[in-house]
C-alpha cells in the first residue's frame, strides 16, 4: 500500500466502497448471505452443511462459486491484455453490474445476484502485482490486521502515518455499505444502475490519471 501513488490509492477507496455498496444490497436481497465477503458466506455454508439446510447449502455455494467465476474471468482478462488493463477489467466490472440492473428490471433477481457476485470477483484483479493481488478490495481482514500492524509501528516511531491507506481502505468499505443500504430500502435493487455507473466513472476518472502517475516514477 505505501507503494500506491495518490491516484492509485483513491482508486482503491472508491473501489472498496463500491464493493461495500454492493455487498450491502446483495446482503439485502439474499436475507444476510454475502456477494463480496465470501469467508463470512464460508462459515455460513459449513453451519448450513452441518444442519442440513439444502436450500441455503446450494445457495452459498452458488454464490462462492460464481465469486470464482468473476475472478477466473478477470484474471484471464487481465492477462490478455497489454497495456491499460485496469480500464477494460473496470470495464468489464461496470458491464457486469449493467447486466445485473438490466436482468432485475425484467424481475430476473437471481440472475442479477449471480452478475453481482462475479463483478465483485473481478474487481478483486483490478491491483496485482507479479501475478498475485496486491489489494483486496472486497474483503478488509488482511486490511484491519495492517492497519493494527502499522499502529503500532508509528508507537514505535516507525513509519508514522504508514497506517492511514489502510484506515481509509476499510472507511471507504464502511461508507459504501452504508450508502448500500440506504439505496436499497429506497429504490431497492434498481440501485445496482447506480454501482454500474460508479465502476464506469471510476475506470474513466482513474485508470488515465494512474497511467500518467506510473510513468512518471518510472
Not at 439446510?53 to 484471464?76: E, N, S, W
Not at 465502476?199 to 474513466?204: K, M, N, S
Request: hydrophobic share 55%; with cysteine; aromatic share 12%.
Amino acid at each position: 500500500m505505501k507503494d500506491l501513488g495518490r491516484y492509485s490509492l483513491a482508486m482503491a477507496v472508491c473501489l472498496s466502497a463500491l464493493a461495500g455498496y454492493v455487498d450491502a444490497i446483495g446482503f439485502l436481497q439474499l436475507g444476510g448471505y454475502f456477494v463480496s465477503f465470501m469467508s463470512g458466506n464460508s462459515t455460513r455454508l459449513v453451519v448450513s452443511y452441518i444442519d442440513a439446510d439444502k436450500p441455503h447449502l446450494i445457495l452459498i455455494a452458488a454464490i462462492i462459486v460464481f465469486f470464482v467465476l468473476g475472478a477466473l474471468l478477470g484474471t484471464l482478462l487481465n492477462h490478455s491484455l497489454k497495456s491499460n488493463n485496469q480500464f477494460f477489467l473496470l470495464t468489464f466490472v461496470s458491464g457486469l453490474l449493467f447486466a445485473a440492473a438490466a436482468f432485475s428490471e425484467c424481475g430476473f433477481d437471481y440472475i442479477a445476484v449471480v452478475l453481482m457476485t462475479m463483478a465483485m470477483g473481478a474487481e478483486n484483479i483490478t491491483f496485482q502485482r507479479d501475478g498475485d493481488i496486491a489489494i483486496g478490495l472486497t474483503y478488509m481482514t488482511g486490511t484491519l490486521v495492517k492497519l493494527g500492524q502499522h499502529i503500532a509501528f508509528a508507537f514505535l516511531g516507525r513509519d508514522q502515518f504508514g497506517w492511514v491507506p489502510y484506515l481509509l481502505l476499510w472507511a471507504g468499505l464502511i461508507s459504501g455499505g452504508a450508502a448500500g443500504v440506504v439505496s436499497f430500502k429506497l429504490i431497492a435493487l434498481h440501485s445496482l444502475w447506480i454501482a454500474a455507473l460508479w465502476a464506469g466513472l471510476i475506470a474513466l476518472l482513474f485508470t488515465p490519471r494512474i497511467l500518467s502517475e506510473n510513468e512518471r516514477q518510472k
